[in-house]
């Protein structure tokens, strides 16, 4: 059984502990040392944590549990864009594959969790989707070499990285006022630990809204694969244990189409991974 860790809230606490498929076993209570998730990674102790769920039943059925995002309070959420083929091309400026990946930084505060509503907020009505890969990191470092990548990944899981697409355009070097509007994106819907190459290197990733596939391609063709992000990455900034890096979204996303797709209250979201899960979100207005 591949361990499914989530961070969750219930009767007004936060903790943590496995996805069992029917419900929440609370592990988050037997390791005070360890207050979340974060810390857990941060002393290489999710097979402990695991060990400690064998032959217990669920303490909390699904509807008594808000799922949050599964690394709470990161240090880091890293964003690697146009990290596809087809999404450079998307941009039509006529410009060769970029030497170096595009990267910005959102917030904790601009995900949810599974199974809660992305937030479209007043201003605009332009709020998108894009499905992604992520990647936490397990053990830190700086000047990580690409051939030791693998080794510094605690787990895998999903993200939705929501964006409000007229924000994005609003100056003109930056992108981080579309991408950091509150719970506009969502993260989840729990941590797998990460132990084989073959987890990331040749994965479909798909996106689908109210069951129509919007975006569909494998990780192999990304143009920055995972050890090449972890290395550039940790060239500049010390990666920490519970650092996020959003990896990329293919195309489709609805700025694309002609006229735009924007998401509207009512839409679901579902973004897929092998070997990851599904991440399914719904739509709201704020």
């Known amino acids: 059984m591949t361990p499914h860790f989530v961070t969750f809230s219930c009767d007004g606490r936060q903790s943590y502990g496995l996805h069992t498929g029917a419900g929440v076993i609370d592990l988050g209570r037997d390791f005070p040392q360890w207050p979340t998730l974060r810390e857990v990674i941060a002393a290489d102790a999710l097979k402990q944590v695991f060990k400690a769920a064998a032959g217990r039943a669920a303490d909390h059925p699904l509807d008594a549990v808000t799922l949050d995002i599964p690394v709470p309070n990161p240090e880091k959420i890293i964003c690697i864009g146009v990290n596809f083929p ?26 949810v969790g599974h199974g809660a509503d992305l937030i479209r907020p007043p201003e605009s009505e332009k709020l998108d989707y894009e499905g992604e890969v992520v990647i936490v990191i397990g053990k830190g470092g700086r000047r990580i070499a690409r051939a030791d990548a693998y080794d510094h990944i605690a787990g895998l899981s999903l993200c939705n990285e929501g964006t409000i697409r007229d924000w994005v355009r609003h100056a003109k070097f930056n992108v981080t006022q579309g991408k950091n509007w509150d719970r506009s994106g969502a993260m989840g ?98």
């Open 86 to 111: 087809d999404r450079n091309a998307e941009y039509k400026d006529g410009q060769d594959a970029p030497p170096y990946p595009s990267m910005f930084i959102r917030f904790p505060g601009s995900f």
């Open 189 to 286: 819907p729990w941590l797998v630990p990460f132990t084989h190459p073959a987890q990331l290197d040749d994965i479909k990733l798909e996106t689908r809204v109210n069951g129509e596939v919007r975006q569909h391609d494998r990780t192999s063709r990304m143009m920055f694969d995972f050890r090449y992000i972890v290395n550039y990455v940790s060239t500049f900034t010390t990666l920490v244990p519970g650092d996020v890096i959003v990896c990329g979204t293919p195309t489709g996303a609805g700025a694309r189409f002609d006229p735009p797709i924007w998401l509207k209250p009512g839409d679901v979201i579902e973004v897929e991974a092998e070997g990851i899960g599904i991440l399914r979100n719904g739509v709201a207005d704020e």
